[in-house]
């Protein structure tokens, strides 16, 4: 009823101050103008293009308040059961083309700021990125909260508020990659609402005594603690009032400083534990797919799940729900029981990775230390509440902390874990009994010294269902890392949800003119298949309609030109644009084989070389990208670095050959730089070692976009074959069940790489000599290939090579090269993360959509 939404005075008063999304220009220019005299305090005449984006920022989040408000106060009366995704990185990018577009005010916002003298695509690139993550499962967490909200899920987001983002990346004269700080809330962030009222206690370090009573509790006294802060960002859906929320924690201390050591004279000391609180959320750890140990980061861990949970129990209550199975749980239920729901949760919480496992045993610990349920009841909650998803089956991948180190950090979670452990242990010893080995395998705990404890295997035990990324990967997952788990679970508890990507940012905003021929070509509105994204198979038989392949071949064009002068901007450097585009763009990794690409790139350049002009004149021109950031700590990847800058200054620079080979390595990839790479690729390579790629994300964006795919059968790669045909895509390399074999045959029939893949051998050694500079350190590099060759680089070379020059051949048939081009966007309908974001509230959460009446 109104009463309850208008508390006070006149409802009529109240929604004429309101400001709705249907607003017309002159709305608009009043509240920039507006903003930038009360909020920015400046004015017309020292207006900048930093002060105009901000402007318009503060005046588009205005819209999005009310939206948000809208939904939450929906949520909060409808109590929906609700999905939270638990995700140490959220890669967001930028936001304010992103949400003038989802509210569909991008047009009318366009001419407001024309009319008071700025350009809007100069006001979008004074944002700075929100670079809260590493890579794929950072930006895939940004694509589910578009989504969840776009198909109006009562979904939330909960991350850690880094004061630094992932760092940036410089190059040194060498080609040697140097790390700078991101300070990116350096001017303010219109997109956050602090919410400094909404605060928890999260405790680290002190005692942990069981009770006398044999009743399993204990109480947790001592140590650190800090406080956790609410910073909440809104997140549109497209073309829906709903906003959903990301919330975003930022710890702080829990009183300003230490009394006691400051009346004491001992200033230092004082302001020593308030700087310890700061420093947990102060920087985003920058390791992909390695695992670092560090006892920050487990802090960060603890502290952003115990500061959900808190938040989610606390939401929890208010509902006045009681528990389905626990109708007499005393204090989950003391705020009054309304209704018993089918479903026996009301709350499902996505980890995504091991990352926030913690969340099981504090879970526990709440329900059984706090509010008294017994171990079989709180474990049936826990395991009716999570759900777990693996991104790698890399072993070096896979977190593993140090007992000593949680015992000490989280001395009841050490407790809790093992107690876990032993009824779990039992369990598996009733199954397969005697078998001892199994228990050693399964077991959260490994032996050794230090012995640790195995995220994925709580992880696993802990949760409803676990899933992998692509169909491949979940089938690895389920052969290998959790294989014993499979035959002690069951087979129906591991699923697959193959990833997707949001199709508003990856095509319709970042690529405005392909969006808007498709829009005119499907003869549909653009949310209708900008919502369902299978419509793009409309496209189909327009790849006969030469009109229309011009068109697409055109935009393609501008698309390269476009990228062709943002490299001329921020770098200074000449790109031609009548030559295929080529690019590999993901963080450098051994696994991901940027080494072949770029060995394959100097086995090009050495083939021009040996050419005749005549001859070089007949071949394809090409020009190459890289870009991507390698772990601070990866020397291997940064040695890859430097070797493609080396290598491009050569090739850049050689008259025989510059007209056909361009070579670039763009610094400091970001999500706003992969918005302009991936419009203008004509091919992207996806080139992992069979099945180490879990699924990667960019193959769907570049197919998106029209570019086409050279990779190896791994991943999604997979599926978007299926998908678009394999007619349409160049695949190479051996697969993955020859990879183990291939393995073992290095290690113990190792064949000399000049006997095995002379091509290879050849092009290393030009590297060794010093074609391009000193080759002395690139030798670590060049003898990972040439000793143990762990990823298999000289078992794919020479298929690789056949690939490219396959992918040469096909571009010289341009026409059928466009046709291959248009088939692959319009069957990429199944990787929209919609899709993706459905299966996972359908099949796991049990999740419907809320609409706002
Ligand atoms: C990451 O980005 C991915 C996996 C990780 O394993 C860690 C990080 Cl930071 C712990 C990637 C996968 O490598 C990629 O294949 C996948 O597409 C992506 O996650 C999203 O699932």
Known sequence: TGKEVWPKGDEKVWKAGMRGVDQDVSDITKSFVNHVQTSLARQAYNLDNLGAYQAAALSVRDSLLVNWNETQLNYTRKTPKRA?????????????????????????????????????????????????????????????????????????????????????QLISPEGNQLEAPDPWLENQNPWELPRLDVTYEVRFYGQAERNQDGNGRATWTGGQEVLAVAYDVMIPGYKTKTTNNLRLWESRPKRGFDLNSFNAGNYEGAVESSNSAAAITSVLYPNDSTTFGKELRLKQQYFWTAASLQDILRRFKNTGKPIAEFPDCKILNSMASTHLSDDPSDAAIQLNDTHPTLAIPELMR????????????????VNNTFFYTNHTVLPEALEKWPVPLVEHVLPRHMQIIYDINLYFLQAVEKKFPGDRDRLARMSLIEEGYPKQVRMAHLACIGSRKVNGVAELHSDLVKTTILKDFVEFEGVSKFGNVTNGVTPRRWLDQCNVELSDLITKTLKVDKNVWLKDLTKLEGLLPFAENKKFREQWAAIKQRNKERLAHHVQSTLGLTVRTDAMFDV???????????????????????????????????????????????????????????????????????????????????????????????????????????????SGTSNMKFCLNGGLLLGTVDGANI????????????????????????????????????????????????????????????????????????????DDFDSYIAALAMVDEAYLDRDEWIKKSIRTTAKMGKFSSDRAILEYAESYWNLEPTSIA
């Open 366 to 381: 709440i329900l059984i230390d706090e509010e008294e349920l017994s171990w079989d009841e709180a474990w049936k909650i």
């Open 84 to 168: 939270y995704y638990l995700s140490l990185e959220f890669l967001m990018g930028r936001t304010l083309d992103n949400a003038l577009l989802n509210l569909g005010l991008k047009d009318k916002y366009r001419k407001g700021i024309e009319a008071l003298g700025f350009n809007m695509e100069d006001i979008l690139e004074k944002e700075r990125d929100a670079a809260l993550g590493n890579g794929g499962l950072g930006r895939l967490a940004a694509c589910y909260l578009d989504s969840g909200a776009s198909q109006e899920l009562p979904l939330w987001g909960y991350g850690l508020r880094y004061q630094y983002g992932i760092f940036q």
């Open 584 to 694: 590999q763009i993901k963080r450098l990794h051994e696994y991901k084989r940027q080494t072949l690409n770029i060995l394959g790139v100097i086995h090009r350049y050495l083939t021009l070389k040996g050419m005749s002009p005549a001859e070089r004149k007949k071949s394809n021109r090409k020009v190459v990208f890289f870009a991507g950031k390698a772990a601070p700590a990866y020397y291997i990847a940064k040695l890859t670095i430097r070797l493609i800058v080396n290598v491009a200054r050569v090739i850049n620079a050689d008259p025989d050959t510059k007209d056909y080979l361009q070579l670039y390595f763009l610094p400091d990839y970001s999500v706003s730089l992969a918005e302009v790479l991936i419009p203008a690729s004509d091919i992207s390579q996806h080139i992992s070692t069979a099945g180490t790629e879990a």
């Open 719 to 794: 599926e978007i074959a299926e998908e678009v045909g394999e007619s349409n895509v160049f695949f190479f390399g051996h697969l993955t069940p020859a990879v183990e074999d291939l393995r073992y045959q290095h290690t113990y029939h190792p064949v000399p790489i000049e006997q095995k893949c002379p091509g290879l051998a050849k092009v290393l050694d030009q590297v060794s000599a010093g074609l391009f500079g000193d080759g002395a350190p690139y030798e670590p590099l060049l003898n990972t290939i040439r000793q143990g060759d762990y990823y298999l680089l000289t």
